[in-house]
């Protein structure tokens, strides 16, 4: 009957998820990754803008750093501000699978299908991402009493600022240097890193597992592969867009308009290695909210599959 049929199909199209649960999990799940790679994004960015190795050797001597001289408080500046980037993740994945829906109807390609998706997904996704991302970048500055970018928060008479506190100051004072265009400082250098990132990733994700399983045994579980060649993408993913990457934050943190005048001026100041700058902690930062997400999206497809479907369905 049409039921058998049904039974074979794997991919799981929006049309079969529970929404409510869906953005709770998801929420939820991404959280969790967020606590726990949160230090890896601020050190990235700190390598990125820091000049030379003037304050930090490597990841490792950043982390141990910070934590001697902040306390763990230092390894979470920006944090809050940086949560409500949580909004433009579940517009990333709405805009996704609707984009992915869209071009089903002229190209059934998946390919395509994931290229244009990814694409548009990152464009809406960065539109909100990029104004929070200047502020939180600005909050990632400030060190103890000093900061290693433009604006350094004012602390009134050594009492504790409030937690938002510093969030207002740092925006007014981004709105005073550049107006409201502060906000999309780095908007096309972040699309030039994001987009790609995005693009590339799913190819090389669907390369990845297709090699594996190829490599390994017929019994092989389907999602560690899929756990595998998630972080791998990203890797791959991650030191293709490094150099723009650095570029980005540079921008965004020393306020600059020019892409090409940072870029060269970094060649200059830090030579070719300057464009690998923070990619180790990239890709730490970048390695577990992959696997949680690929792994994760999957599953939470399942748990999130209508319960009217859920019987109907062998999985």
């Given at each position: 009957?049409?039921?058998?049929?049904?039974r074979?199909?794997?991919?799981?199209e929006?049309?079969?998820?529970?929404k409510?649960k869906?953005?709770?999990?998801?929420?939820?799940?991404?959280m969790?990754?967020?606590?726990?790679?949160?230090?890896f994004?601020?050190?990235r960015t700190?390598?990125?803008?820091?000049?030379?190795?003037?304050?930090?050797?490597?990841?490792?001597?950043?982390f141990?750093?910070i934590?001697?001289?902040?306390?763990?408080?230092?390894?979470?500046?920006?944090?809050?501000?940086?949560?409500?980037?949580?909004?433009s993740?579940?517009?990333?994945?709405t805009?996704y699978?609707?984009t992915r829906?869209?071009?089903?109807?002229?190209?059934n390609?998946?390919?395509?299908?994931?290229?244009?998706?990814?694409?548009?997904a990152?464009?809406?996704?960065?539109?909100?991402t990029?104004?929070?991302?200047?502020?939180?970048?600005?909050?990632m500055?400030?060190?103890?009493?000093?900061s290693?970018?433009?604006?350094?928060?004012?602390?009134?008479?050594g009492?504790?600022?409030?937690?938002?506190?510093?969030?207002?100051?740092?925006i007014?004072?981004?709105?005073?240097?550049?107006g409201?265009?502060?906000?999309?400082?780095?908007y096309v250098?972040?699309?030039?890193?994001?987009?790609?990132n995005?693009?590339v990733?799913?190819?090389?994700?669907?390369?990845y597992?297709?090699?594996?399983?190829?490599?390994?045994?017929?019994?092989?579980p389907?999602?560690l592969?899929q756990?595998?060649?998630?972080?791998?993408?990203?890797?791959?993913?991650?030191t293709?867009?490094n150099?723009?990457?650095v570029?980005?934050?540079?921008?965004?943190?020393?306020g600059?308009?020019?892409?090409?005048?940072?870029?060269?001026?970094?060649?200059v100041?830090?030579?070719?290695?300057?464009l690998?700058?923070?990619?180790?902690a990239?890709?730490i930062?970048?390695?577990?909210?992959?696997?949680?997400?690929?792994?994760?999206?999957?599953?939470?497809?399942?748990?999130?599959?209508?319960?009217e479907?859920?019987?109907?369905?062998?999985?």
């Amino acid at each position: 009957g049409v039921m058998e049929d049904k039974r074979n199909i794997p991919i799981i199209e929006w049309e079969h998820l529970d929404k409510r649960k869906f953005y709770v999990f998801g929420i939820c799940m991404t959280m969790m990754i967020r606590v726990s790679v949160y230090p890896f994004t601020l050190i990235r960015t700190r390598l990125q803008v820091q000049k030379g190795k003037s304050l930090y050797n490597g990841t490792f001597d950043a982390f141990v750093k910070i934590l001697r001289t902040e306390g763990t408080a230092g390894l979470y500046r920006g944090f809050l501000v940086n949560t409500f980037t949580l909004i433009s993740g579940q517009c990333y994945v709405t805009t996704y699978e609707l984009t992915r829906k869209y071009v089903s109807r002229y190209n059934n390609n998946n390919a395509v299908k994931s290229l244009v998706a990814g694409g548009s997904a990152s464009l809406v996704a960065q539109s909100i991402t990029v104004p929070i991302d200047v502020i939180s970048q600005h909050l990632m500055m400030q060190r103890k009493g000093e900061s290693m970018g433009r604006f350094t928060v004012q602390n009134q008479d050594g009492k504790r600022v409030l937690v938002f506190g510093q969030t207002k100051d740092i925006i007014v004072q981004i709105f005073k240097a550049d107006g409201f265009r502060g906000f999309y400082r780095g908007y096309v250098a972040s699309l030039l890193t994001y987009i790609p990132n995005s693009a590339v990733w799913w190819p090389f994700y669907h390369f990845y597992a297709e090699q594996l399983s190829s490599l390994t045994p017929k019994d092989c579980p389907h999602l560690l592969l899929q756990a595998i060649s998630g972080p791998l993408a990203a890797a791959t993913a991650s030191t293709l867009t490094n150099p723009m990457d650095v570029v980005r934050a540079r921008v965004q943190v020393e306020g600059k308009s020019s892409i090409i005048l940072t870029f060269k001026q970094l060649m200059v100041e830090e030579g070719p290695w300057g464009l690998t700058k923070g990619l180790s902690a990239r890709i730490i930062s970048a390695t577990p909210s992959t696997i949680v997400i690929v792994v994760g999206y999957e599953t939470l497809k399942k748990l999130s599959l209508r319960p009217e479907l859920v019987d109907s369905r062998h999985w």
